[in-house]
């Protein structure tokens, strides 16, 4: 019986203690030169992932972009500065909202006019194809009309 209450009050102890464990934890402290990088970096496409941001890749290609625009950063550089280096790298497609002018334009503008013109398609197809009439059936000869007449007769 005396083990017994010497576990039980072990095992309360240790519970006591892993519940105020936390309150002696540090705050975790972020480096305001990673914030700046990642906020850069969700602005502008990795360039060999699928339409994902470079500061959400894991790629080799994302990994060293971060890694220059934490040099520029650390350079004295701006925000535009380091995007313009990257656009003037890999193009407008490096922006993840590419911009409405120049050839920004057509990225904005060719879907929905290629979504109104396929739309059209349809819609001109669908509508020939209700207006056209099938063909007439073709007229039976004699020899049919006399096998369907006998096949009537056999049901009867």
């Known amino acids: 019986m005396n083990k017994t209450w010497l576990r039980i009050s072990v095992c309360i102890c240790g519970l006591l203690l892993?519940?105020?464990l936390p309150v002696w934890?540090?705050?975790?402290q972020e480096d305001?030169?990673?914030?700046?990088?990642?906020e850069i970096a969700k602005d502008l496409r990795c360039t060999v992932c699928q339409n994902q941001p470079v500061a959400?890749?894991?790629?080799?290609?994302?990994?060293?972009?971060r890694q220059i625009i934490r040099e520029q950063l650390v350079a004295g550089k701006s925000r535009e500065e380091i995007v313009d280096y990257f656009v003037a790298r890999y193009g407008d497609y490096v922006l993840m909202k590419p911009p409405t002018e120049r050839a920004g334009?057509?990225?904005w503008v060719a879907p929905p006019v290629l979504l109104v013109m396929l739309a059209m398609l349809g819609w001109f197809f669908l509508r020939q194809r209700s207006h056209a009439?099938?063909?007439p059936a073709p007229a039976l000869s004699e020899?049919?009309?006399?096998?369907v007449r006998a096949a009537r007769r056999q049901q009867d």
């Open 18 to 20: 892993s519940f105020t």
């Open 25 to 28: 934890a540090e705050p975790v």
């Open 32 to 38: 305001p030169l990673d914030r700046a990088v990642l």
């Open 56 to 65: 959400e890749s894991n790629a080799e290609l994302a990994q060293d972009m």
């Open 105 to 107: 334009l057509l990225l």
């Open 133 to 135: 009439s099938p063909p």
């Open 143 to 147: 020899q049919d009309q006399a096998r």
